[in-house]
């Protein structure tokens, strides 16, 4: 017979964990599915890799500008309703994809979905916060983690049977009827939030009076014993606390060199596939490109676990994203392209192990903390610059090079410096406060 506890933390993770898996599969598949579109959309509309990086990038550019007035907001009305309001916001952004018919229009639409999601992943790791045990967290993590890899396995099948549609409305390209029917699930998800969400236990109606009573003691454990009273609730004390942190600052450096390597393995990995094996058609090089992210599942489930029943974060990102680094390097060392193939599965593994556990470094760090909202969405938009770099870096060497291997060569760089981040930082203590003038 199960325990208080082991009943309230299956009921929270089945709910919270499978809603958070949504919510990133959702935010991860209209993001990877113009990777998808690039097959076609690409020569449809003249886009050169280069234009292709530059509208990729843009999502990053509004992603950041837009982090921390979003952690205004959380921080004044909670993140329950602001989340759900974003959902439906880059759900209308994402259909409106759709309708691009030139560069200008690739560019503003990539802004205005940036700017969107800016406020999704801090929303999501505070409400987050403010819900699971600190000894349940890696779990929680890789569970939102593994939308990601989802993303890809399922959305790529159905990317690639989209692209394939091309008279299901009035001969209409397939990769603009993907971008159209990918967006409106969000939309749909946001509505339903906006109602059915709450903002902690102590108002949600799905647990029983003793299961909440646990949960909250357990949350209670967790915050800081020194008084936080000394910590200005407004954005620019908060900001200014963050920037003086240097564990943040590290924190948030070593996640955007792990980023640079997801994002890179998740918008060039289609045409990395397709310029390795000649031949494939686009339905046949989106199955292929599962494989990486079926290993990142695997790399996210093991690490997760791993972390938590060792209760350590660190070292096990560190880990992973050297095992991504020399995925990396060995699919540059094969000439053929089944091994190198065997190297990007490698890749997904590490870099699963690594970008599904980040995210509980932080929350473990500042759980409680008043500025807690404003280091989630610094982390958060350093991490994701490696998205509008990255983009950009790649397409660049590659119009450079003629070839994919020295950008791969230099995003396994980038990974190591992420690793050796991570282990420079010192045994950190879960819900300290943080460094303040």
């Known amino acids: ?88 916001a880059w759900g209308f952004c994402a259909s409106l994809m759709s309708c691009i018919n030139g560069r200008f229009d690739f560019y503003v639409l990539r802004f205005l979905l940036g700017l969107a999601e800016a406020g999704v992943v801090p929303a999501a790791t505070f409400y987050l916060a403010n819900w699971v045990p600190r000894q349940n967290l890696g779990r929680i993590m890789t569970w939102a983690a593994l939308s990601l890899p989802m993303a890809v396995i399922i959305g790529a099948p159905l990317s690639g049977w989209l ?63 020194q008084s936080l009273s000394t910590y200005s609730s407004g954005q620019t004390a908060g900001l200014w606390t963050v920037l003086s942190d240097r564990n943040i600052l590290t924190i948030a450096l070593a996640y955007f060199c792990i980023a640079m390597g997801t994002y890179g393995l998740l918008y060039w990995l289609p045409q990395v596939i397709k310029a390795a094996s000649t031949g494939l058609s686009p339905m046949a090089v989106t199955l292929v490109s599962t494989m990486p992210w079926i290993a990142a599942a695997a790399g996210m489930l093991l690490n997760g676990w791993h972390s938590d029943r060792n209760q350590e974060r660190c070292r096990h990102v560190a880990t992973g994203a050297l095992i991504g680094a020399l995925g990396l390097i060995l699919s540059c060392a094969f000439s053929s392209p089944w091994l190198a193939l065997l190297g990007l599965v490698a890749t997904g593994f590490g870099q699963g192990a690594a970008q599904g556990l980040y995210m509980a470094i932080p929350i473990d760090l500042l759980r409680g903390n008043p500025a807690a909202p404003t280091a989630f969405a610094l982390i958060n938009m350093i991490g994701n610059c490696a998205g509008l770099v990255g983009a950009n870096l790649i397409g660049w060497l590659r119009n450079a090079t003629g070839s994919f291997s020295m950008p791969i060569e230099v995003l396994a760089a980038v990974l190591v410096v992420g690793a050796l981040l991570l282990v420079s930082l010192p045994r950190l203590t879960p819900g300290r406060q943080l460094a303040h003038q």
Do not use: C
């Open 163 to 225: 692209l394939t549609q091309h008279s299901i409305v009035h001969s209409l390209p397939g990769w603009r009827w993907m971008f159209f029917v990918e967006g409106l699930p969000t939309v749909i998800l946001g509505v339903v939030a906006y109602f059915r969400l709450t903002e902690s236990p102590a108002e949600v109606r799905w647990l029983t009076h003793e299961q909440r009573e646990w949960l909250m003691r357990e949350l209670e454990k967790d915050r800081p014993k």
């Open 1 to 88: 017979m199960r325990t208080v506890a082991q009943q309230t933390v299956r009921l929270v993770t089945r709910r919270l964990g499978v809603f958070m898996l949504v919510v990133y599969l959702l935010s991860s598949m209209d993001r990877v599915n113009v990777s998808f579109a690039a097959l076609t959309m690409n020569d449809d509309l003249h886009f050169d890799p280069g234009i292709y990086g530059f509208g990729v990038g843009l999502f990053f550019v509004s992603y950041m500008l837009f982090q921390l007035p979003g952690a205004a907001l959380i921080r004044r009305f909670g993140a329950a309703r602001p989340l759900a309001i974003m959902m439906v």
